[in-house]
């Protein structure tokens, strides 16, 4: 992701997160802090159709956002930008992986857990709307970034 990309992928989540949308400052301070902060999109044919991002301040990395456009999901779009930052966080050293799902949220759960991530808190009430959040961890292995292949991400999304 680039500054020059910040004003569609706000539109994005404003369509994708009505309850709790990021402000485009947000994005734009995200992206400022590249030391900490990777994002990346997933353009189609015509435009954005997904982004996500990571913070990572070893020894945790956490899945600051990530999103697909409803007209592109089920396509594997979801799992590519998750794989990405994964992938990421494994070059940076990270330790484990966090993130915060909303409990009414079953397909990002889905997600999540083919990758391997596993729930280890409740924060209820955690979301404007009242929903709690559930908190997910994926443990890396600690192997070398230089030995992370697409073999190896692969069998953390499940696919052969
Ligand atoms: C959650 C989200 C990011 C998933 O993105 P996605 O692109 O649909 O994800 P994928 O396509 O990789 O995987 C979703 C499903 O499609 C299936 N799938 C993947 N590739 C496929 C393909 N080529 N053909 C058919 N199905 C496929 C996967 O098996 C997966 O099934 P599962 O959910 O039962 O495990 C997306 O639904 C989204 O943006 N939702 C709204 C925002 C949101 O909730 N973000 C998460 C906040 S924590």
């Known amino acids: 992701m680039t500054p020059e990309d910040v004003a569609a992928v706000h539109a994005l989540e404003q369509r994708l997160f009505p309850v709790d949308a990021w402000?485009?400052?947000?994005?734009v301070d995200e992206l400022s802090q590249p030391e900490t902060r990777s994002y990346v999109v997933a353009e189609g044919a015509s435009g954005i159709v997904g982004y996500a991002g990571l913070m990572c301040i070893e020894p945790i990395a956490d899945v600051q956002t990530i999103?697909?456009?409803?007209?592109?999901e089920g396509r594997g779009i979801g799992s590519t930008l998750l794989a990405a930052l994964i992938a990421?966080?494994?070059?940076?050293?990270?330790a484990d992986v966090l993130l915060e799902v909303r409990a009414d949220n079953p397909r990002a759960q889905q997600l999540y857990l083919r990758f391997g991530f596993e729930q280890i808190h409740v924060r209820p009430r955690y979301y404007r709307d009242?929903?709690?959040?559930?908190?997910?961890?994926?443990q890396?292995?600690?192997?070398?970034?230089?030995?992370?292949?697409?073999?190896?991400?692969?069998?953390e999304a499940?696919?052969?």
Do not use: Y
């Not at 009242?130 to 994926?138: T, Y």
């Open 23 to 27: 402000p485009l400052q947000m994005f």
């Open 67 to 72: 999103a697909v456009v409803p007209e592109s």
């Open 88 to 94: 990421e966080a494994r070059q940076r050293r990270a």
């Open 130 to 138: 009242g929903v709690d959040a559930l908190i997910m961890r994926l």
């Open 140 to 155: 890396l292995s600690g192997a070398p970034a230089e030995q992370t292949s697409v073999d190896q991400t692969n069998k």
């Open 158 to 160: 499940g696919q052969p």
